[in-house]
């Protein structure tokens, strides 16, 4: 079935540093790819998402671009702040929309320090 | 626009006893869903909802749990009995027709 891995954390950096953090799939189809963030004390927010192919997704300045030659969407911030300590989530929906139930990664804590 | 909210935000409860969980949508949102996310595991899907109708339920573990959306706006997640495996995160999002599917901020919920 559809699958969804991402890299084992927690993840600690220094403010400013560059962040990527790995998610790579697996899905029979052509599948719609998410991150979502979770802040601590909040519920999940979609961060951003692509819907095709070398669709490029981007908030806040987080990007992530979809390869579907390597099924990979990884998630990159070129400076990270105190403020995006939180736990990301890579997730997938099979067919191309997120009408069908999203797959989620096991998530990687982030903590970014002064 | 007021997002997905859930309620209670926290439940503690001891084994053997039965807990409702409580999901309001998104106005206008015909799709419900439910998620959980039991201690160290991944967030997994347990139904959909369109409407009032049970659009897949394939994710829901046990006949424990029972999910209603009467009258298709807000909807209940009962579990009865508790288990102390049932306890973890219960997300609801809700999404208008193809579109993004926004999440409510969980309940947590504690089995003892």
């Known amino acids: 079935g559809d699958s969804v891995t991402q890299m084992e954390g927690p993840v600690t950096l220094s403010e400013e540093a560059f962040l990527t953090i790995n998610c790579t799939y697996t899905?029979?189809?052509?599948?719609?790819l998410f991150w979502y963030v979770q802040y601590p004390g909040e519920g999940l927010q979609l961060l951003l998402k692509a819907t095709k192919a070398d669709d490029k997704g981007s908030n806040k300045g987080f990007e992530a671009t979809y390869r579907k030659e390597t099924t990979s969407f990884h998630l990159e911030k070129g400076s990270v702040q105190v403020s995006d300590s939180a736990v990301y989530f890579c997730a997938l929906s099979e067919g191309g929309t997120s009408y069908d139930k999203v797959i989620f990664g096991p998530g990687t804590s982030l903590s970014v320090i002064p | 626009e007021a997002g997905v909210t859930q309620f209670p935000s926290h439940s503690v409860i001891e084994k053997g006893q039965t807990v409702t969980l409580r999901c309001d949508p998104i106005s206008g949102h015909d799709n419900l869903y439910w998620y959980r996310r039991v201690m160290g595991k991944e967030i997994k899907f347990l139904l959909h909802?369109?409407?009032?109708?049970?659009?897949?339920e394939s994710g829901m573990p046990n006949n424990r749990f029972l999910a209603e959306r009467t009258g298709g706006t807000y909807s209940t997640l009962k579990v009865q009995p508790a288990e102390l495996e049932d306890s973890g995160v219960y997300f609801c999002?809700?999404?208008?027709?193809?579109?993004?599917?926004?999440f409510g901020p969980g309940t947590r919920l504690t089995v003892l």
């Open positions: 899905a029979t189809g052509y599948p719609s």
């Open positions: 909802f369109v409407k009032e109708s049970k659009q897949d």
């Open positions: 999002a809700s999404s208008h027709g193809l579109y993004t599917q926004y």
